[in-house]
């Protein structure tokens, strides 16, 4: 085919295919745009009745459950104008005493973006659980992250020290001192991946605790 | 799936005035789809799509999730290239594969995203993966571009079943011997210390090797 040699051809050719795919992918990003922005939400105030009720709870709640909750025990969300978090205070439906305080945990991780959530008792220290819900780690290593079994190593856990600092940690895998109630052990061949998450976790509760003092 | 579906029909109106004397599921499109399979599977014969293969075998549901998504890119793919092929200028051919199979992959994971937001999750950075995986670009190169859609739907489907195999087969001594689970359930003893070295990427090489070694056994390849 003759057309097929000339030089413009190839040019005409890759300029139709951009456009084409771009327009299928941009079309695509407006249909479903709301549509994914929607599940996140959704999939961010199921991950805040869960650590909010404990995994054990939320498993055995059905799904209009899990909506009613996140209604009635999330008080408030705050975020102060040009606040550098937003967070959840949890209250009793009934009295509107704080039960719980949920604090975002986000940063980078190793690869990309990590968003977990912290449930913490009104004392401000105790740990009643965390999740790791949206993150891009390697799967199987790093990814293991967002598994329920590692994120229960941090049931009870005490994010302060003796002395009132910001002191929980993740240790390399197998080092954590259990008796420590502000160590969490590590994951195996994911160090690179927890030093990230330790890294963001503490500035993300260092912020928090500032917030929540005003 | 409206996609899975489009992909079927397609290629049954192609084959009328393609390739008429041979229907959709003849012998001669089983043999292509079984030489993806076994006699030049992509990672054994072909060493393709190897470093996807190291990477989520450590965990068995990780290997099956890979293999389900992959094999559905790599008939996708196959097929629509293999329509354009009498119309994708030489020059640029491989940048036209690689924008095909991005725009595939992006369609793919916006779809799980607003529709199975859980299994979008499941699958994590595994549908991007899909895009560097060499045996989608390679099956293209090599054979969705000389092929008529029906057969290149057919190898990419033996491609995709091929690769399947391989990572499953890598990746349940890989789970058993180095977390002592397989698809998550305990099935070693207690007794057992795990086997961090399995489940590190030398582990993967050294499984791969072994099972090489085996099916070579089993299978003699001629070097040419």
Redesign the interface.
Known sequence: MPV?NSRL??IL??VL??VV?AT??KT??VA?GA??ER?RTY?REKNVVLVLVGRETFASMKPGQIGQTYKSCVHEVRQNPGAPIEYYRCADPATKKTTAYVLPLEGMGL??KVRGLMCLETNLDTIRAVSF????E????G?CI?EAAWAKRFDGKQIRNANGAVAITITKAGTADAKDPNEVDGI??ATMTCNAVNKLMQVSIKRFLDEVKK | MSDEQKTQDAPAEENADETPQHSFFSRKHRKVAREGVWVNNPIFCQILGVCSALAVTNRLDSAIVMSIALTFVLCCSNVILSYMRNFIPNRIRMIVEVAVIATFVILIDQVLKAFWFDMSKTLGPYVGLIITNCIVMGRAEAYALQNPVVPSFWDGLGNGIGYSFVLCAIAIPREILGSGTLLGAKVMPTAYENCQLMILAPGAFIMMGILLWVLRAISPVEEE
């Open positions: 097929r051809y190839p050719f890759g295919l951009a795919c299928l992918l695509l990003d479903l549509r994914i599940n999939d690869w990309d819900y949206d993150q891009a390697t799967p199987g290593l990814g967002g195996t061949a």
